[in-house]
C-alpha cells in the first residue's frame, strides 16, 4: 500500500482486510501480503480499524451463520433464525449445531423460533397417531360425499330410463290397442291409463328440476367447493415461500397454511428419523401413497369385516379409487412440492445456494444422490402420472362415461364438476398447477417466481372468466373471486421485492418486451382485417355472414321442436325438464339469451326492458300475422303445460 504509517494501512468502517482464514491478519505485514481492503460481505458488520494489532475482521450478523473454512460467506438462517448467534463462525445457541444451526441431539427437535427441545416434553409421539385418526376420518368422509354424489347421479340417470321406457310401453300399448274394434275400446283405455301413468312420470320428470337442479348434489357441490379453496389455499403457500421480507401479520398467517403443501414438521419427524435429509425428505414425500395406502386399508378392512359380520358395510371399490383421486387431485400442488423440494433452492446473503426446504444442506449437493432415487419415483408416479391418468379419462371418457358404470363411478370426478363444453378444463388445471410448484426449481430469485407465477397463472384465470367452465354457477364465481384475491396479494407482494439487477433484470426485460410484441401484433392483425374489408370485401376476426350451412342446421332444430311436441306434450315438458335439470348454469343463461333474441328477431316479441332489439320491428303484414301465430302458439303450449301440471298434482 506504500504507506510510512501502519495506521494508514487500516481498512475504513464498512470495509475488511480479507487476511483469513490461512493468512496472518497482522497490521504490520498489510504490505508484504499485498492485499486490498474490499467492501463488507452482505450478513457481516465491518467496522474496520485494527485490535491489538490485527485487522479487525467482518462479524456475521445474528441471524446468519458461517463456517471457518470460508469466513466470508454468510448463510441465512432460515429455521434456526436467531439461534444463529453471529459474531464467529460456527456460533450456534439453544443446543442447535451444524450449517445454518439446522441440527440438534439425538432425541431433540427444533422449535420455530426456539431451542431445540427434548421430544417427550412436546408430545411428540402423540402427534403422529392423532395426524393418522385424522386422515382416516378425512377420508371416510370424502368417500360418503363421493358414494352420495355418485348414487344422486346414478338414481337421476334410471329415473330417466324408467321413465322413457314406460313411455315406449305406452305408445306400444296405443298402437296394439287400435288395431282391432274389439280391442279399440279397451286399448283406449288401456292408453288412457297409459297416458295417465305418462303424465305422471312426465310431471315427476318435470318436477325434478327441484330436486336435481344443484346436481351433481349438494354434497358434491361442497366437495368441489372444498377442493377450489384448498387448491388455491396451496397456492398461496407457494407464493409465501417466495424469499422476500413478508409483513409479521401475513407471514403468521402463511405458516398456518403450510400444512397444505404436506409440511410435516409439526408432527416433529426429528424424533424418530433424525436431521439427516432422508429423515428430512422421506416423511413429506410419502404422504401421497400414504393416503393411498390408507385408503386401501379402510376398503380391505370393510371387505373383511363385512365377510365376517355382514351388516359391516362393504365400501364400494370404485369409488374408493375415485376418494383416492379426489385427494391426490386436490392436492397436487403439495403432492409436486414435496416431491421436487429437493431440487429447490434459495440464496444466501453472500454463500452459495442452499436447499430451499431443507436447511442444513447445500443445493443439488452430493447428499441429494441418497433420496434421489426415491424422487425420481415419486416424478413419474405422481407427479407425471396423474396428468398422464387424467389425459387418459379425458380420451377415453365421450366413449365409455354413459355406457361404463364403473368408469363413471371411478372417474366421474375429473369431468362431472365442469361444464359438458369444458370437460376438459381440469387437466388444464392441472397443468397451471404443475407449472407453478416447479417455479422454485426453475429459479431461485424471488422476483422472477413472481412474474413466472403470473406468466402461468393468469392465462388460466382469464380464460376461466371468460368461458365459465365449472358446471355449477357458484363455483364459478367462487373460483374468480379466490383467483382474483392470489392475484392482488402476488402484485402486492412484487412492490417489496428489490430492484433487478443484472441477468434478471434483463430476463425480465425479454418477457415484456415479448407481452408487449404479442400485443401489438394481435391489435395489427385485427386492424389489417379491417383494412381487408376495405378493400377487398373479406374478413377473418370481423362480424361476417354465418355459413348457410348453419342457417340451415339452424332451422332444421327449430322445426325437431315441432317433432316432439306432435309425438305427446308430456314426454316432450319431461325431455326439456331433465335437459335443462343437467345443464351448467351458464349455458342456460346462454340459452335464456338466445330465446330474448329469438322472440325479438324472428318472432316480433316486444324487448320488455331487455336492451335494444337486434334488429327493428317487422311492420308489414306478414310481421303482424307471424307475432299473432308464434303467440297463438306460445299460449297454446302454455296452456298444455299448466293443464298438465294440474293434473299431475291431483
Known amino acids: 500500500m506504500g504507506s510510512l504509517s501502519s495506521q494508514d494501512c487500516l481498512c475504513e468502517s464498512g470495509t475488511f482486510y480479507p487476511c483469513q482464514p490461512s493468512k496472518s491478519c497482522s497490521v504490520n505485514k498489510t504490505t508484504e501480503l499485498g492485499l486490498q481492503c474490499e467492501a463488507c460481505p452482505v450478513g457481516f458488520n465491518c467496522a474496520g480499524e485494527s485490535v491489538a494489532g490485527k485487522h479487525v475482521q467482518p462479524a456475521v450478523s445474528v441471524g446468519k451463520y458461517t463456517v471457518k473454512e470460508k469466513p466470508y460467506e454468510a448463510y441465512e438462517c432460515r429455521v434456526a433464525k436467531k439461534l444463529c448467534l453471529g459474531g464467529g463462525a460456527e456460533q450456534c445457541g439453544g443446543g442447535s449445531s451444524g450449517l445454518q444451526c439446522a441440527n440438534c441431539k439425538e432425541g431433540q427437535y427444533l422449535m420455530p423460533d426456539g431451542e431445540c427441545t427434548p421430544c417427550e416434553e412436546g408430545g411428540s409421539f402423540a402427534f403422529a397417531p392423532l395426524a393418522i385418526i385424522l386422515a382416516v376420518v378425512v377420508m371416510c368422509v370424502l368417500y360418503k360425499l363421493n358414494v352420495k354424489k355418485g348414487e344422486k ?21 296405443q298402437r296394439a290397442g287400435g288395431s282391432t274394434s274389439a280391442g279399440g275400446t279397451a286399448g283406449n283405455a288401456g292408453a288412457n291409463a297409459g297416458n295417465g301413468a305418462s303424465a305422471g312420470n312426465a310431471a315427476a320428470a318435470a318436477s325434478t328440476p327441484s330436486v336435481i337442479a344443484t346436481a351433481p348434489g349438494a354434497s358434491g357441490i361442497f366437495a368441489e367447493c372444498m377442493g377450489v379453496i384448498i387448491s388455491v389455499l396451496q397456492l398461496f403457500a407457494v407464493v409465501a415461500l417466495f424469499d422476500i421480507e413478508w409483513p409479521k401479520a401475513f407471514k403468521d398467517l402463511m405458516n398456518a ?70 385427494v391426490l387431485t386436490a392436492l397436487y400442488i403439495a403432492v409436486c412440492k414435496c416431491i421436487v423440494n429437493i431440487f429447490e433452492c434459495r440464496k444466501n446473503p453472500s454463500a452459495p445456494t442452499t436447499m430451499s426446504s431443507h436447511d442444513g444442506f447445500m443445493c443439488l449437493d452430493e447428499a441429494i444422490l441418497v433420496v434421489l432415487p426415491i424422487a425420481i419415483l415419486g416424478i413419474l408416479v405422481f407427479t407425471i402420472g396423474l396428468p398422464a391418468l387424467l389425459a387418459w379419462v379425458l380420451t377415453t371418457g365421450p366413449k365409455r362415461y354413459h355406457v361404463d358404470l364403473s368408469f363413471r363411478k371411478r372417474f366421474g370426478f375429473l369431468v362431472n364438476k365442469w361444464n359438458p363444453r369444458w370437460y376438459y378444463w381440469g387437466l388444464i388445471v392441472m397443468l397451471r398447477n404443475l407449472l407453478v410448484s416447479l417455479i422454485a426449481v426453475m429459479t431461485p430469485d424471488p422476483l422472477m ?30 373460483d374468480m373471486f379466490i383467483s382474483a384475491t392470489l392475484l392482488i396479494t402476488v402484485l402486492l407482494a412484487v412492490t417489496m421485492v428489490p430492484v433487478p439487477v443484472g441477468g434478471t433484470k434483463d430476463v425480465i426485460g425479454v418477457f415484456m418486451v415479448l407481452v408487449f410484441v404479442v400485443g401489438m401484433l394481435a391489435a395489427v392483425g385485427i386492424l389489417l382485417d379491417v383494412v381487408n374489408i376495405l378493400l377487398r370485401g373479406k374478413t377473418i376476426f370481423s362480424r361476417k355472414p354465418l355459413d348457410p350451412a348453419f342457417q340451415l342446421a339452424f332451422i332444421a332444430t327449430m322445426l325437431k321442436f315441432e317433432a316432439m311436441h306432435k309425438l305427446g306434450d308430456e314426454q316432450m315438458f319431461a325431455d326439456v325438464a331433465r335437459f335443462f335439470s343437467e345443464l351448467p348454469m351458464a349455458d342456460g343463461k346462454r340459452i335464456a ?19 335494444i332489439a337486434p334488429n327493428p320491428p317487422r311492420t308489414d303484414e306478414r310481421g303482424a300475422e307471424l307475432k299473432r301465430s308464434t303467440s297463438e302458439k306460445a299460449t297454446e303450449i302454455k296452456r298444455a303445460s299448466s293443464k298438465l301440471m294440474e293434473n299431475t298434482s291431483l
Open 153 to 173: 347421479l346414478e338414481a337421476q340417470r334410471l329415473q330417466y330410463q324408467e321413465d322413457t321406457g314406460k313411455q315406449k310401453k305406452d305408445e306400444a300399448s
Open 257 to 326: 397454511l403450510m400444512i397444505f403443501l404436506f409440511n410435516v414438521d409439526a408432527l416433529r419427524p426429528s424424533c424418530f428419523f433424525g436431521f439427516g435429509l432422508p429423515s428430512r425428505y422421506l416423511p413429506g414425500v410419502m404422504v401421497p401413497p400414504f393416503f393411498c395406502l390408507l385408503m386401501f386399508a379402510i376398503w380391505g378392512s370393510s371387505v373383511i369385516g363385512n365377510k365376517i359380520v355382514p351388516k359391516i358395510h362393504r365400501m364400494d371399490g370404485d369409488y374408493m379409487i375415485s376418494t383416492m383421486g379426489t
Open 449 to 478: 417466481q413472481f412474474v413466472l407465477l403470473i406468466l402461468f397463472f393468469s392465462p388460466v384465470f382469464a380464460l376461466t372468466l371468460a368461458n365459465a367452465p365449472w358446471r355449477e354457477e357458484g363455483l364459478n364465481f367462487l
Open 593 to 611: 339469451t338466445v330465446m330474448d333474441v329469438l322472440d325479438v328477431g324472428l318472432f316480433q316479441e316486444d324487448m320488455k326492458g331487455k336492451g
